[in-house]
T-cell receptor
Framework: AQSVTQLGSHVSVSEGALVLLRCNYSSSVPPYLFWYVQYPNQGLQLLLKYTSAATLVKGINGFEAEFKKSETSFHLTKPSAHMSDAAEYFCAVSSMDTGRRALTFGSGTRLQVQP | DVKVTQSSRYLVKRTGEKVFLECVQDMDHENMFWYRQDPGLGLRLIYFSYDVKMKEKGDIPEGYSVSREKKERFSLILESASTNQTSMYLC????????????FGSGTQLSVL
């Protein structure tokens, strides 16, 4: 079984401040991990994904995430928030076996960026 | 770029109606998925399909069925709509291997009155 927990349903930061969105996962086999972003009235788009090649993963729009096996975490960060980063962010996990091809998503974190 | 198209952006239906949500992808993807998105619950998997005429239940299949007669099209069916099926429905597709990213449609907001 696999699951994802996102800590904090709402996060508010000032423009230019560090963004940190937390994600912890549970998986009985080595996981693939993803961060998706959803802008208002749009579908989800991929920010970045971890597939075991490197523990620090860089994505689009200046975001990155670090896979920490010992902490079962995959937190999303960005050094300096921009107003355009305001959106909802979803962490997701799938397993490296082929038993479950679908992603399991967390409950989402809505990021607000204050001017 | 992959395009996943959902036929309606907004739908309003009455309790007990049969509802069809259509999804078409243009990149020859084997896998297709239906999720529903509710505030505070994230995305929950309803059904997925990894080939034509093949389907598997997700985490919340009750009250739903699906149809995949052609590779590019995956339909979600609410046999008898109920108010608790009011939600945002998201369709997605992907290549067949584990770890492949999902491409999402822009969603259908269904209201059941």
């Amino acid at each position: 079984a696999q699951s994802v927990t996102q800590l904090g349903s709402h996060v508010s930061v000032s423009e230019g401040a560090l963004v940190l969105l937390r994600c912890n996962y549970s998986s009985s086999v080595p996981p693939y991990l993803f961060w998706y972003v959803q802008y208002p009235n749009q579908g989800l788009q991929l920010l970045l994904k971890y597939t075991s090649a490197a523990t620090l993963v860089k994505g689009i729009n200046g975001f990155e995430a670090e896979f920490k096996k010992s902490e079962t975490s995959f937190h999303l960060t960005k050094p300096s928030a921009h107003m355009s980063d305001a959106a909802e962010y979803f962490c997701a996990v799938s397993s490296m076996d082929t038993g479950r091809r679908a992603l399991t998503f967390g409950s989402g974190t809505r990021l607000q960026v204050q001017p | 770029d992959v395009k996943v198209t959902q036929s309606s952006r907004y739908l309003v239906k009455r309790t007990g109606e049969k509802v069809f949500l259509e999804c078409v992808q243009d990149m020859d993807h084997e896998n297709m998925f239906w999720y529903r998105q509710d505030p505070g619950l994230g995305l929950r998997l309803i059904y997925f399909s990894y080939d034509v005429k093949m389907k598997e239940k997700g985490d919340i299949p009750e009250g739903y069925s699906v149809s995949r007669e052609k590779k590019e099209r995956f339909s979600l069916i609410l046999e008898s709509a109920s108010t608790n099926q009011t939600s945002m429905y998201l369709c997605a597709s992907s290549l067949p291997l584990s770890g492949e990213k999902l491409f999402f449609g822009s969603g259908t907001q269904l209201s059941v009155l």
